[in-house]
């Protein structure tokens, strides 16, 4: 058979000319940056600073360790659980409605925890009304840069990450001048006072369909397709004529869009919901009501639940890769958090350091995090890394440094190696709500990000409360530590087979695409 045969059997492609709309990279999405990493710095760093804030009052309230407890774990509960109300909440309004309103929470809870009188006030303020408001930040300023950056989206979540490095590490010094000169109740006006600037800085994030980018490409039709829609064009249904095969071969033309959107996700990297099914159903009614001699295809109305599955998007969880995904990230998560609130009793305890000594490693861990929230972004960037790669090799760099760490005592190791461990750890800050965006659609987002809150506020607690029963019940920080790097094992354990399943099936689509187009 010649090759002008073998042509002429390959049904030939059709290719159009189509302006697409794309994410600015840029442009208006430096600004929405700038404003979410001021929001950061007055807000999100308020969880570093209670104890250095609160930890007085509490005890003039008869409050020891056990009530900075019930407080702090009241705050982190609300952040995260607020994740999934943010991201249904988002669905409804806009990223900047739910950002404005959160930034508007965590002022409320700060000016209002400065007239606490007993720890129930407290509670109510500290943990109700700034751990809602930083859950809402948090998942909307994410959404946000979502939308605005594509090639870039590590390198921007990484400079808007900054903000709460930056915070963390100026905003200590801020709060003891206010407590010295101005009180407990002083300090949380004015703390009040600063947090207002988050409110600006949130009203810079405009809706990215404003900046938009305009660009034409080439797109290859599908020919079933493309005969599929001009055989439509011409077809009647009647009231006298019409079947059931006719109605649902109707309604099969009018899910072409979610047809086409499969066609674009890979495998199962995308998870869809049933949400272009019933707009395909809607676009069919509307289709058949446009004749008087038409049917018109009855839609079923969604119950209370129904709606609310769809609203929180919970066939994400019909995934077993999302979930792998969001059980991994809360680990990590979990593994770092819980490292940190041990180190400083390590270097104090075993390496024997005084409260200087402590606060300059503590600090040089703060500043390494600033520098590999701005430098490894861009190689990422850079290279096209997926975001679980970075996570794996960052977790692998973790369990490394901080195995080696917890033998250490010299007081110049210990500054490096407390660097070293920062400049790692920004890493799975930056990561690991990009992680879970790569692998649901621009409109799942809000949903996917809220429930990976969830699960870490799920994991967590008892994750957190196991690792802190392991140091006490056998008395080594060593146990401790290799505990932590434990949950980091399990998350590689879980992510290194099914990003290499996943390596090999893209391999596997692309070769068959470079062969269809050899055959062309």
């Given at each position: 058979m010649t090759?002008?045969?073998?042509?002429?059997?390959?049904?030939?492609?059709?290719?159009?000319?189509?302006?697409?709309?794309?994410?600015?990279?840029?442009?208006w999405g430096w600004m929405v940056l700038l404003?979410?990493?001021?929001?950061?710095?007055?807000?999100?760093?308020?969880?570093?600073?209670?104890?250095?804030?609160?930890?007085d009052h509490l005890e003039a309230m008869g409050h020891k360790t056990s009530g900075a407890?019930?407080?702090l774990s009241t705050m982190l509960f609300v952040t995260n659980f607020g994740g999934p109300i943010a991201g249904a909440v988002l669905k409804l309004t806009s990223p900047r409605m739910v950002s404005v309103t959160g930034a508007c929470l965590c002022t409320s809870g700060i000016f209002l925890s400065g007239y606490s009188t007993n720890i129930y006030h407290l509670i109510l303020t500290y943990g109700v009304l700034l751990g809602m408001g930083l859950g809402f930040v948090q998942n909307a300023s994410f959404v946000a840069i979502n939308s605005y950056f594509k090639l870039k989206k590590s390198r921007a979540v990484g400079l808007a990450n900054v903000g709460t490095g930056v915070g963390q590490t100026v905003m200590p010094h801020l709060v003891r001048f206010l407590l010295e000169n101005y009180g407990?109740?002083?300090?949380?006006?004015?703390?009040?006072?600063?947090?207002?600037?988050?409110?600006?800085?949130?009203?810079?994030?405009?809706?990215?369909?404003?900046?938009?980018?305009?660009?034409?490409?080439?797109?290859?039709?599908?020919?079933?397709?493309?005969?599929?829609?001009?055989?439509?064009?011409?077809?009647?249904?009647?009231?006298?004529s019409i079947t059931k095969k006719e109605i649902y071969s109707g309604l099969g033309r009018s899910t072409e869009s979610s047809l086409g959107k499969e066609k674009q996700t890979d495998g199962d990297q995308k998870f869809s919901s049933n949400k272009e099914f019933t707009n395909g159903v809607k676009s069919t009614e509307n289709g058949l009501n446009g004749n008087n001699n038409t049917v018109a295809v009855s839609k079923p109305k969604q119950g209370l639940v129904k709606k609310l599955y769809d609203l929180f998007d919970i066939s994400l969880l019909s995934s077993p890769r999302f979930i792998n995904i969001i059980i991994g990230t809360s680990l990590a998560v979990t593994s770092i958090q819980n490292f940190s609130m041990l180190y400083p009793f390590f270097l104090q305890k075993v390496a024997?350091?005084?409260?200087?000594?402590?606060?300059?490693?503590?600090?040089?861990?703060?500043?390494?995090?600033?520098?590999?929230?701005?430098i490894l972004p861009v190689f990422q960037d850079k290279y096209r890394i997926k975001a679980r790669w970075m996570l794996i090799m960052t977790s692998i760099w973790l369990i490394v440094v901080r195995q080696i760490l917890a033998y250490q005592t010299n007081q110049m190791v210990l500054l490096a190696m407390s660097s070293i461990y920062g400049f790692g750890r920004s890493m799975v800050i930056v990561a690991r709500n990009i992680a879970i965006s790569e692998q649901v659609r621009m409109d799942q987002?809000?949903?996917?990000?809220?429930?990976?809150?969830?699960?870490?506020?799920?994991?967590?607690?008892?994750?957190?409360?196991?690792?802190?029963?392991?140091?006490?019940?056998?008395?080594?920080?060593v146990?401790?530590?290799t505990a932590q790097n434990l949950l980091l094992v399990v998350l590689l354990a879980t992510w290194i087979p099914d990003m290499l399943l996943l390596r090999k099936s893209e391999k596997q689509k692309k070769k068959k695409e470079q062969e269809l187009i050899r055959m062309t």
């Open positions: 090759i002008m045969e073998k042509n002429s059997l390959v049904p030939s492609q059709r290719v159009e000319k189509r302006v697409t709309l794309i994410p600015p990279d840029g442009g404003g979410v990493a001021v929001c950061n710095i007055f807000n999100q760093s308020m969880l570093s600073l209670f104890s250095l804030l609160y930890g407890a019930i407080v407990f109740r002083g300090a949380c006006l004015l703390l009040s006072g600063l947090s207002l600037n988050g409110i600006g800085g949130t009203l810079l994030i405009q809706p990215v369909e404003w900046h938009m980018k305009k660009v034409e490409e080439d797109v290859i039709l599908d020919e079933k397709l493309h005969l599929l829609q001009t055989q439509h064009k011409d077809i009647v249904l009647r009231k006298d024997d350091m005084d409260k200087q000594q402590t606060a300059n490693c503590m600090s040089a861990v703060a500043l390494a995090d600033i520098a590999g929230r701005l987002v809000p949903a996917a990000v809220g429930l990976g809150m969830l699960t870490m506020g799920i994991i967590v607690p008892p994750a957190g409360y196991f690792l802190g029963w392991i140091r006490d019940y056998t008395g080594s920080f146990a401790s530590i």
